[in-house]
């Protein structure tokens, strides 16, 4: 069973865009719910984003809602999360998940984890 992996962060001025991936090697990746969390600086990791297997259901914590967009590509085994107007507080490492639950992904239960890439908002 493979794990996901991130990619995509850096450093960013306030107000500016970044795209995350997260990417799962094999041939199962569109039967897996798809999520984000993110642990800013100091705190307890947090819930972001999530999608279904076929993208026909997503979900956003309040913080993001509006801001940032979850999507993927069963065909290229990518998900990904676009964040617009981005703000310091948006600062954190960003974890993808996986899991067949859409409860298991949201409750942060999922079992297969990715390391973490870092998005820094700052001036």
């Known amino acids: 069973q493979a794990h996901p992996e991130e990619s995509g962060g850096g450093l960013v001025q306030p107000g500016e865009s970044l795209r995350l991936s997260c990417s799962v090697s094999g041939r199962t990746f569109s039967s897996y719910v798809m999520g984000w969390f993110r642990q800013p600086p100091g705190k307890e990791r947090e819930f972001v984003a999530a999608i279904s297997q076929n993208g026909g259901r997503t979900f956003y914590a309040d913080s993001v809602k509006g801001r940032f967009t979850i999507s993927r590509d069963n065909a290229k085994n990518t998900m990904y999360l676009q964040m617009n107007s981005l703000k310091p507080e948006d600062t954190a490492v960003y974890y993808c998940?996986?899991?067949?639950?859409?409860?298991?992904?949201?409750?942060?239960?999922?079992?297969?984890w990715g390391r973490g890439t870092q998005v820094t908002v700052s001036s």
């Open positions: 998940n996986r899991d067949g639950s859409f409860e298991a992904v949201v409750g942060g239960t999922a079992f297969y």
